[in-house]
């Protein structure tokens, strides 16, 4: 019997696959970086109009929201290109896996 196999993807489809998830990699880290800001902004500018003081709180949320968006765009980045190796990455086999762990 013939076992039918999905067809091997060509060079360019794994490129043009490989660039989108890298893209949508980027555009959602760059999407968490401005909502951690805009969030700053927006509880900087509220705490500024409750308290009565003149953009204290304001200036300190976007100063302090400049490290917290690194950090989440790091995270995020990290957390998406583990999950693309995984998903491309075939599992090993378990003659494959105790070959690795005798050398």
Known sequence: ????????????????????????????????????????????MLLDRLIGSQYIFTLGLLLLSVPVSLGAMVYSVLRSTQAMRAQSTPQLTKKEDSLEETH
Do not use: F, Y
């Not at 360019?12 to 980027?26: D, M, R």
């Not at 970086?33 to 700053?40: C, G, M, P, R, T």
């Open 1 to 44: 019997m013939s076992e039918n196999k999905p067809p091997q993807p060509t060079g360019t489809e794994v490129v043009t696959k490989t660039l989108a998830q890298g893209s949508l990699v980027g555009v959602q880290a760059g999407c968490v970086s401005v909502l951690v800001v805009i969030a700053a902004l927006v509880a900087g």
